[in-house]
Nanobody
Framework: QVQLVESGGGLVQNGGSLRLSCVTS????????MGWFRQAPGKERDVVAT????????NYAHFVKDRFTISRDNAKNTVYLQMNSLKPEDTAVYYC????????????????WGQGTQVTVSS
């Protein structure tokens, strides 16, 4: 069974930065795409960014383009999300997803999630 542990969330001011990390274990990391999703209170969980197994292809939601960067270190079984120019509307719980499907127009999450990390951006 795959396990995912996110970290790096916190409270930051408008315009600030955070770097999220997600360490995976239990299954092969290098064979799958990874994704970051977020869920704000009362809203659905939305995809934020995805990255292919080799780390060469990325896709971003329109609301984070040019502000967030997804990357991965296959030697460390870790995927990252660098978040810059944060806005209050970025406040949410951020989740990583192991094996997100990226061959469809809208990425489809797998059943494998971490516990999430809270990101709060103050205005």
């Amino acid at each position: 069974q795959v396990q995912l542990v996110e970290s790096g969330g916190g409270l930051v001011q408008n315009g600030g930065s955070l770097r999220l990390s997600c360490v995976t274990s239990g299954r092969t990391f290098t064979d799958v795409s990874m994704g970051w999703f977020r869920q704000a209170p009362g809203k659905e969980r939305d995809v934020v960014a995805t990255i292919n197994p080799s780390g060469t292809t990325f896709n971003y939601a329109h609301f984070v383009k040019d502000r967030f960067t997804i990357s991965r270190d296959n030697a460390k079984n870790t995927v990252y999300l660098q978040m810059n120019s944060l806005k209050p509307e970025d406040t949410a719980v951020y989740y990583c997803n192991y094996g997100v499907r990226t061959t469809t127009p809208t990425p489809i999450a797998s059943p494998y999630w971490g516990q999430g990390t809270q990101v709060t951006v103050s205005s």
